[in-house]
């Protein structure tokens, strides 16, 4: 036995006693947590912009309320022998831990090959002494807090796992007195079983009366109307701190980590830079986690923001990219392959299935890599410039004889393309790429030449930094299992296997590695497919609820996203529907196809049925300097394209002229019925569904055959995960493929994608089409005996009525509401009457529409029908119709024993979310197991 002991809570009791028999432990090791807290700040009750704050790990002397750093004890137990004494750290374990005196201070290493020696003065002893982690198990950056000691050489990336010795100098050499293990605390993710805390949400505030799509208003206000009866707080996040970026859920992922001696919440901040909800580029809610949520006991993990890469020119000579700045060069990397993805899609749009195949054989797939998106830019836009001509002289195209429009559409695309010519010239020989990196802020604009390689490895590196598998939308964590009781951390991440290379993943490998690593903490990973979905995220497809009716089972139950239902209902309301026509009427709808001049209402008959989406509007915006388009679905283009090959039209349908529409931003009806629906989407619903999955594949000439049965699959990497875990479905209708790129989006709100409030389920509303209350009973019980995943019983009129879901609201302000397919007339009273017409008797004229709905709604309108006042007002539109989706919705939330609070979510959907990925929470984390027994 040695002179010296390092003592430390070995035993894991929570205390450093400095006993014996504590002492014998140490092979167990002790556990410490990293210190990515600020313990001398409280968490704010307002988001507001305070600034940054600094975390405790990155002071060099410690408070006293800093309670992260483990404490331990080193002492002599026998006559202390000459020489200086050493803690002793492996030089990868010294990159992110500190050995801290007993004055707080960190003690400066000296370097002894791949060792760190922290040395000790000769006396007293005992000695009080502390050892701190700036970061988590398995992180991916170089720590850029903690200087290596010279002449020391790191053999690997950290793990959880960290041994320390006591080391003496003697003439003969070092001497070790004694060696102990630490553990470091992994990061445990929390999932909706939590209780909640704070809900957190952006608020988007447009006063301008054009631009109704570019307030979250009614979301915020639905949202607050449902914390107030929880007496749960509504962070709002103002437009100062988000710049316009409202994707707050995928900005961070909660998580915890515990040790004995206590608890710290911890978020995961993803490595997210885009603002992809704002109107240009600007700065995103990053900024948001260090200058409010960074607190007492509430840290945040910027490993993934820590990252630097090295970028070699063609004379050899290397610059280093800070991931921030990454960020920028991607973003104009990103202009280049949006632009071919764009004219491909417009090629497919205004021309013939043989257009697109002609291009995509001379010029390869749409999403081809920068090298190759840049040299065939112009060669591209010739193609796009043919396809125009003859569209323009094509008898079945919607833009015969609209030369003027394509002339506009080819102009735009030359002025796109000229812009990325300048940007990001070409030269060679040997060939050479220029990216020019913007200014951003304080960033100076920054120039650098790449080779065609070099061009590669950048953009197939800062794609997986930078892809939105990474978000915290595509991180769900389940409920636990036997051999994971900490639960399951469900990610979209597909892994392709290259002949001639590394496995490709659509989420970042260091992402993936860092929760790997995490496993002491016991939660498994599962990997499901997202990469047919155009955001990829698992909340898109399903969201883990704890079963109220059934607690003690601890799975609780998924509730997933399902085409089928969407079908399945759309199908029994046709049915019923049709049952109720006179026969002329009928014969209308026996065949039904797209019809210029025949009425787009449904609502003849004793059935009627109402359409999908009545009064909101798609968004079209293509601002300068904004990566990401904001576009109409593929079904509404269909259906206007249809439209627009009439030179007689009764329809308010236009077609958007073209992608890269220049401000103002261009809105267009989204109202559509289930006819339609069918008619002018593609089979993508019925090919999720299929049960038989099937990968991508290639046809006879190449060409990209979409995946099948992603649906099932994830249903059945579930069930052999869990064994057995409830799955209900809920309604969720997707839009068509992308030409270019074979993905889709909801086209539906997706009702999937929601929050859990304790026993509330906040949910968006669908906008779903509506029948009246007998109808929707007969329609619902017919799709609950063929499905099952509702009590066929439950749905009756009463129950309907209880629930008051025979009630129709709608978020309104002056100017806001897109008229339906009937009715004069441009004042709010009447859009809303037109828009709303089909869910009153067909006798019922626009005008006494209008009448019905002023009346139900008392002070809300001036004399001339406008809206009064500038806000939004929730009005009641006095149908008395069910929303079948809804209703369907309702009745599964309460088999598993939730209310649900509907919220519109329509300012998320239009740019690809809901309200899941709006807002974000802090719940509490689950204690019970204790990882490190």
């Not at 915020?220 to 988000?242: K, N, Y």
């Not at 010519?421 to 020019?436: A, K």
């Not at 089972?553 to 509730?559: D, R, S």
């Amino acid at each position: 036995m040695g002179a010296y002991r390092l003592h430390a809570d070995y035993d894991r009791n929570g205390r450093l006693t400095a006993q014996d028999a504590e002492w014998a432990a140490r092979w167990r090791g002790a556990v410490l947590r990293a210190n990515l807290d600020a313990d001398t700040r409280r968490l704010p009750s307002v988001v507001s912009p305070d600034g940054a704050v600094r975390p405790d790990r990155e002071l060099h002397v410690k408070t006293a309320g800093d309670n992260e750093p483990i404490r331990v004890q080193v002492e002599l137990v026998s006559t202390a022998p000459p020489g200086q004494v050493f803690v002793v750290l492996m030089s990868e374990d010294a990159a992110r831990i500190a050995v801290i005196d007993s004055s707080g201070k960190r003690i400066p290493p000296v370097g002894a090959g791949k060792r760190a020696r922290y040395p000790l003065p000769a006396r007293p002893f005992p000695r009080k002494l502390a050892l701190e982690s700036v970061d988590l198990p398995a992180s991916p950056a170089t720590n850029r807090l903690l200087s290596p000691a010279p002449g020391t050489t790191p053999a690997g990336p950290p793990g959880s796992l960290i041994k320390v010795w006591l080391e003496r100098d003697s003439a003969t050499g070092p001497v070790i007195e004694d060696e102990a293990r630490f553990v470091l605390a992994p990061l445990v993710l929390i999932g909706n079983a939590g209780r909640l805390e704070r809900f957190y949400m952006c608020e988007v505030l447009e006063t301008d009366p054009a631009k109704p799509l570019d307030d979250n208003g009614p979301s915020v206000a639905d949202i607050r109307a449902v914390l107030d009866r929880l007496r749960v707080p509504l962070m709002l996040i103002p437009g100062q701190l988000h710049g316009g970026d409202t994707w707050i859920q995928d900005q961070y992922q909660l998580g915890f980590t515990h040790t004995p001696d206590g608890l710290q919440r911890v978020l995961l901040h993803a490595p997210r830079t885009r603002s992809d909800a704002a109107q240009g580029s600007g700065r995103n809610l990053g900024s948001v986690l260090s200058s409010h949520f960074l607190s007492q006991d509430l840290g945040v993990c910027q490993a993934f923001w820590d990252r630097e890469l090295t970028i070699t020119d063609p004379r050899g000579q290397q610059t280093r990219m800070t991931f921030a700045d990454s960020d920028r060069a991607l973003t104009t990397m990103t202009k280049v392959r949006t632009l071919r993805r764009q004219m491909f899609e417009t090629i497919g749009r205004i021309g013939t299935d043989g257009d697109v195949a002609a291009v995509t054989k001379a010029l390869g797939e749409p999403g081809a890599d920068l090298w190759k998106s840049r040299h065939e830019l112009l060669p591209l836009l010739e193609w796009l410039k043919i396809t125009a001509q003859a569209a323009a002289k094509r008898d079945d195209s919607p833009w015969k004889g609209q030369q003027a429009k394509l002339d506009l559409l080819i102009r735009d695309a030359d002025k796109q393309v000229k812009a990325i010519v300048v940007d990001m010239p070409v030269y060679g020989p040997p060939p050479q790429l220029r990216l020019r990196v913007p200014a951003a802020g304080a960033a100076p604009a920054r120039d650098f030449m790449m080779t065609k390689d070099e061009v590669g490895r950048l953009e197939e590196r800062l794609h997986l930094w930078h892809s939105s598998h990474n978000y915290g939308g595509n991180i769900e964590v389940g409920p636990p299992t036997k051999s994971a009781p900490a639960g399951v951390v469900v990610v979209g991440n597909v892994t392709t296997r290259r002949p001639d290379g590394p496995s490709v993943t659509d989420m970042d490998p260091d992402l993936l590695s860092f929760l790997r690593g995490q496993f002491r903490g016991r939660q498994d990973i599962l990997e499901v497919d997202t990469s047919w979905l155009d955001v990829g995220h698992v909340d898109e497809m399903l969201a883990f609820v704890p079963d109220l009716k059934d607690p003690h089972n601890g799975l609780g139950t998924v509730l997933r996203a399902s085409p089928l239902v969407a079908q399945k209902i759309f199908e029994q309301a046709a049915k019923e529907f049709y049952a109720g026509l006179s026969a002329p009427d009928a014969s209308a709808y026996e065949k039904w196809k797209f019809d210029n001049l025949r009425t787009r209402l449904n609502n003849q008959g004793k059935n009627p049925l109402t359409h999908l989406l009545r009064g909101l509007q798609w968004l079209h915006r293509h601002n300068p300097g904004q990566a990401l388009p904001t576009e109409p679905p593929e079904i509404y283009l269909a259906l206007a394209a249809e439209n627009a090959k009439f030179p007689v039209t009764t329809h308010n349908l236009p077609l958007p002229d073209s992608p890269w529409q220049t401000p103002p931003a261009r809105t267009f009806p989204a109202g559509i019925s289930i006819y339609e629906l069918a008619y002018f989407s593609d089979n993508v619903n019925a090919d999720l569904e299929d049960l038989e999955p099937a990968g991508p594949q290639r046809g006879p000439n190449g060409e990209l055959i979409p995946a099948k049965g992603q649906l099932p699959q994830v249903e059945e990497q579930l069930t052999k995960m869990y064994g057995s875990i409830p799955i209900k479905k809920i309604p969720v209708f997707f839009d068509s493929r992308s030409h270019a790129t074979g993905q889709t989006a909801a086209f539906t709100p997706n009702m999937a994608n929601l929050q859990v409030a304790d026993n509330h389920l906040i949910i968006p509303r669908p906008h779903g089409p509506r029948m009246t209350v007998d109808s929707a009973t007969r329609v619902l019980r017919q799709v609950a005996e063929q499905l099952r995943d509702v009590d066929p019983a439950r749905f009756t009129p009463q129950w309907l009525r209880a629930r008051g879901l025979n009630r129709t609201f709608f978020w309104a302000r002056q100017g806001s509401t897109v008229r339906g397919d009937r009715g004069e007339g441009d004042v709010d009273a009447d859009k809303l009457a037109s828009a709303f017409l089909d869910g009153f008797p067909p006798k019922h004229t626009p005008a006494q529409v209008r009448q019905l709905i002023i009346q139900a709604n008392p002070g809300a309108f001036d004399a001339s029908g406008s809206l009064r006042g500038k806000g939004w007002r929730k009005l009641q539109i006095p149908e008395d119709k069910v929303d079948l989706f809804e209703a369907w919705t309702e009745a599964v939330a309460e088999r598993i024993g939730y209310r649900v609070h509907w919220v519109e979510a329509w300012y998320y959907h239009v740019r690809l979310g809901s309200i899941h990925c709006g807002t974000n929470v802090l719940r509490t984390a689950p204690t019970a197991f204790k990882w490190w027994r």
